[in-house]
């Protein structure tokens, strides 16, 4: 790893990043439910918005409508930065997705290693590499291995962390004990360096991650549910371990659900049917999402720990 000067202030990094749903409709986008979401995230005064993430269901939509995706993000975010997610099977088409991030004025992009053969390090290493050379926006190392199925190495984080753009790496969220949480954040931290900001996914993991030195968190949940998972993390960040702990430990029926239902994506959007920020079937098909039945279990954990 090398020194080196980041092109933009490592803050724009840290704190709650929220990723909201891109509600889906007949196959269209619903542009006026997508502002909605993002105007419940300006109002919770979110550090960050991530458009397009795995939540956003950005692997299902075309070059044009993940350029509209953006375009409606920017447009309506006020004054809170916007991160763009921009990983697709091809170089091409990746460059496609940056581009059209550019000219909309996102201030930052979210890479993932997005295949359908398995990939060499090498390959994801020389995919970062010509992306932070083709832009001047700095990168989110994008490791989700659930749904990418690469699995990123400390070595190849350090490597990543000395190309001039990147600036972040959102790490995968794991369930273990405190000590172990702040022993792998700090040896990934030993390896990027402090230029790099660690964000972690996975909301049950939020809190443990920033009470172990995470810089920011980067929540599906957070999209769509923001004042919460704000509480979490301004808790944390200010040294309050131990609330940060407790209102996490309280959303546990939440977190239990993503476990049950295979994980995220289908929890927030039953989440936001249920209280009317989309209509039923958001989800870009072949996706379902959840049945009734599952939904109303979604409903009596929304109800029952006054989310909204």
Avoid at 200 to 224: M, Q
Wanted: negative net charge.
């Amino acid at each position: 790893m090398t020194d080196q000067t980041p092109r933009t202030p490592r803050s724009l990094f840290t704190g709650l990043s929220a990723f909201p749903l891109t509600p889906i409709h007949d196959e269209k986008i619903d542009e006026a439910e997508y502002v909605g979401l993002l105007e419940r995230l300006v109002a919770a005064e979110v550090d960050s918005i991530t458009a397009l993430g795995s939540t956003g269901s950005y692997a299902y939509l075309s070059t044009d409508e993940r350029a509209r995706v953006t375009e409606l993000t920017v447009a309506n975010s006020g004054h809170t930065p916007v991160l763009v997610g921009v990983g697709a099977l091809r170089t091409r088409d990746v460059l496609a997705n940056v581009e059209s991030a550019q000219a909309a004025g996102a201030q930052g992009l979210l890479l993932a290693p997005v295949s359908y053969q398995s990939l060499t390090e090498a390959d994801v290493f020389e995919l970062f590499r010509t992306v932070a050379a083709a832009t001047d926006l700095p990168l989110v190392v994008y490791d989700n291995p659930g749904t990418t199925h690469f699995t990123f190495t400390t070595e190849l984080y350090g490597r990543l962390a000395a190309l001039d753009g990147i600036a972040s790496i959102k790490i995968p969220g794991f369930d273990a004990a405190p000590d172990a949480w702040t022993q792998r954040v700090d040896e990934i931290r030993a390896a990027v360096g402090d230029h790099v900001s660690i964000g972690v996914s996975g909301d049950g993991f939020g809190a443990a991650g920033l009470n172990a030195g995470c810089d920011a968190w980067y929540t599906a949940i957070g999209g769509t549910l923001p004042t919460p998972m704000a509480d979490i993390t301004r808790a944390a960040l200010a040294g309050e371990t131990e609330k940060a702990a407790l209102l996490s430990a309280a959303l546990q029926p939440l977190w239990d659900l993503f476990t049950d239902f295979g994980g995220s994506l289908r929890v927030v959007a039953a989440v936001a049917e249920h209280l009317g920020l989309v209509r039923p079937h958001s989800l870009p098909l072949p996706l379902l999402g959840l049945d009734d039945d599952q939904k109303r279990r979604v409903a009596e954990v929304v109800d029952r720990l006054e989310l909204s």
